[in-house]
């Protein structure tokens, strides 16, 4: 026999005799980003040549729920652990007279880390009873994007345990408002560092009477036309003009009788 072929018989049998192990493998396609989840993954049986050290065992599924992945993966592709994001200690991005505070939110399904975002509180007025709405912290940093959290009767938005940076004078106001009513955060552009000024609040009635409506919608506008990218202007057509006939030369006279 030639001693090629047996090699490739020797191989083969001893692929057929390995024993397997039980990985971690994708149950469906995911994408970048995403948070994982227990659901995401199935169990395998595997060879146990593919079981390296990174492979993702069933007993080690329970530290890596919440973190996001780093790559996107097929449905079937095996997990491993190098596929998340490595959590960095809070307390080392925290800096000095600031406070990492964990609070639920609404609003905060697209969070990253390092995001700008605002906090805005809606409370119950004590003296009206009235809901009210007002932007209460400006341009806070996140720390920590968090779980979501299971929607429970009566929510009208998901929520989610976010860390934001604040100071500690911020964090006990939005400690009191998540207490007393609800905050709801809106994601800033990168860029946008500006504290806006002081404005009022929203209420009921300004939803019911139009009232501030017209005028933040031009300013929404201009905002808007002011940013948005300029529109190259379309190249003009090519207009190919007629030579304008210059022929001075004499009139021939026609034979005939001159006079």
């Known amino acids: 026999m030639d ?54 065992r069933p007993d080690a599924v329970q530290p ?27 307390s080392a991005m925290v800096m000095k007279k600031a406070r990492a505070v964990t609070l639920s939110v609404s609003g905060a399904e697209n969070l990253h880390l390092g995001d700008h975002v605002d906090l805005l509180a809606v409370v119950q007025d004590p003296q009206t009873s009235e809901w009210v709405a ?25 929520l989610r345990r976010v860390t934001f940076l604040l100071l500690s004078e911020e964090a006990e106001v939005a400690l009191l408002t998540v207490r007393v009513g609800g905050l709801h955060v809106t994601l800033r552009n990168p860029d946008d560092i500006d504290v806006m000024e002081e404005r009022g609040r929203a209420t009921a009635n300004t939803v019911l009477s139009g009232e501030r409506s017209r005028v933040l919608e031009a300013l929404r506008t201009r905002i808007l036309a002011e ?14 003009e007629a030579p ?11 034979p005939g009788k001159q006079e």
């Open 64 to 90: 890596l729920l919440g973190k996001r992945l780093r790559i996107p993966l097929k449905k079937g592709d095996l997990v491993l652990g190098s596929y998340f994001e490595a959590n960095a200690a809070v």
């Open 244 to 254: 304008v006939p210059t022929d001075t030369a004499p009139v021939p006279v026609l």
């Open 134 to 158: 007002t932007t209460q912290t400006q341009n806070v940093i996140v720390l920590s994007p968090g779980k979501l959290e299971p929607l429970k009767g009566g929510e009208a938005f998901p």
């Open 3 to 56: 001693w090629r072929l047996l090699m490739v018989v020797s191989v083969t049998l001893c692929a057929c005799g390995d024993p397997t192990v039980v990985l971690m493998a994708s149950g469906q396609d995911l994408d970048e980003g995403t948070e994982f989840e227990q659901r995401h993954v199935v169990e395998v049986k595997v060879s146990r040549v593919l079981a390296t050290e990174n492979a993702l």
């Open 227 to 240: 940013r948005a990218p300029s529109v190259p202007a379309l190249p003009q057509p090519h207009v190919i």
